[in-house]
């Protein structure tokens, strides 16, 4: 494999979670031996401070004022000249909605094959890509031919949070864009609507499915959550019943969350839902079946009436038991 590239995507001082996510997936490839990781920066700005301290070789600093913001045209021509000259084995990206618009592009002008949203990979032998297709209901194995591939790493396939720590080199690559003209003209920058909930960030997420039951039960989750300073969180039904907005909802067509603690309550655990939480530091599960499948990636896990454990809980949690 030799090189490893990790294409980050960053804004200003602000890296991308699901980039940091691609840097810890990149280094246990490295750490299987022999090969180097290097992080491509795009942009004027001086290299953001946890990319300068993390446990990578070298930072590729693609040190101009046209990536500064995002352009397809640009960034394309900038990533083929930048791999045209370092020849890298492997091209790494955090699946953003950002990654899906340019890195097929690059992917066809430089002519390699892209293996895009991976939720792992096995390196025993030859190396094994995987990938959820049928809406995560099968896991594909993807392999390649010897030679470079281009891959891209689920939200939530990496820790964001331990990234190690090194002193990687800096090394500015000189770069002449003078010839791109760009065909797609950028707009003012999509705003989220107000009020939009960012579970992504959140620490402690308690979160609801369809074993609560009744619109009425939901205050007793609700209480929980404020007692554990968490947001709340749900499984699709709970949306689909009105019960919550959509943008608490957490799974393959919800929100991808890394909370500390994630805290299930009455959610059988499908795969579209375990996609969106399954890398959650604790994860803690409540529910009456004990074969459930959310018990599977559960650290701690109760078989109860949750009508029973959650008032225990918020009254244990309020010290007033
Ligand atoms: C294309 C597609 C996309 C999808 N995207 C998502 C997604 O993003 N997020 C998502 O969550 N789902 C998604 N789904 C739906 C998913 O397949 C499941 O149907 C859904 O996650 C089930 O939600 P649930 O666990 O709340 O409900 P159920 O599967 O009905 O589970 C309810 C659980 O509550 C338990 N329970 C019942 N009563 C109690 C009680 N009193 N105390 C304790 N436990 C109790 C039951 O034992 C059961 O395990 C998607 C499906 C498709 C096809």
Redesign the pocket.
């Known amino acids: 494999m030799g090189k490893i590239f990790i294409l980050i995507q960053s804004e200003g001082d602000a890296i991308h979670r699901v980039s940091l996510e691609a840097i810890n997936g990149a280094r246990q490839l490295r750490d299987s031996g022999g090969h180097s990781l290097h992080a491509v920066l795009m942009g004027s700005h001086a290299p953001p401070a946890p990319l300068k301290g993390c446990d990578i070789d070298e930072i590729l600093h693609l040190n101009h004022a046209q990536l500064d913001q995002y352009s397809p045209e640009h960034f394309i021509a900038a990533a083929e000249a930048l791999i045209a000259q370092e020849s890298p084995g492997l091209i790494i990206a955090g699946h953003t909605y950002q990654a899906r618009d340019w890195l097929p592009r690059l992917a066809v002008r430089i002519g390699l094959p892209m293996i895009s949203d991976c939720t792992g990979f096995e390196s025993g032998g030859s190396l094994t890509w995987l990938r959820p297709i049928f809406?995560?209901k099968i896991s594909a194995e993807v392999t390649t031919a010897d030679g470079p591939v281009m891959v891209s790493f689920q939200a939530g396939t990496f820790r964001s949070d331990d990234l190690g720590t090194g002193a990687p080199a800096v090394r500015a690559i000189d770069l002449d864009l003078s010839g791109v003209v760009p065909k797609v003209l950028r707009e003012p920058k999509f705003q989220e609507a107000k009020g939009t909930v960012d579970l992504s960030r959140a620490e402690r997420i308690v979160s609801?499915?369809?074993?609560?039951?009744e619109q009425e039960h939901m205050k007793i989750v609700e209480e929980l959550a404020a007692v554990l300073g968490a947001e709340l969180g749900?499984?699709?039904?709970?949306?689909d019943y009105g019960w919550l907005d959509h943008d608490r909802?957490?799974?393959?067509?919800?929100?991808t969350v890394t909370p500390k603690l994630y805290l299930?309550?009455?959610?059988?655990?499908?795969?579209?839902?375990q996609?969106?939480m399954k890398n959650s530091g604790c994860i803690v599960a409540?529910?009456?079946?004990a074969h459930?499948?959310?018990f599977e990636v559960a650290d701690y896990g109760i078989v109860?009436?949750?009508?029973?454990?959650v008032p225990a809980l918020i009254q244990a949690l309020k010290g007033e038991q």
């Open positions: 809406q995560g609801v499915g369809r074993g609560i039951g749900s499984s699709r039904p709970v949306v909802q957490v799974g393959s067509s919800g929100q299930a309550i009455g959610i059988s655990g499908a795969i579209q839902h996609v969106g409540i529910n009456k079946d459930a499948p959310i109860a009436d949750l009508h029973e454990i």
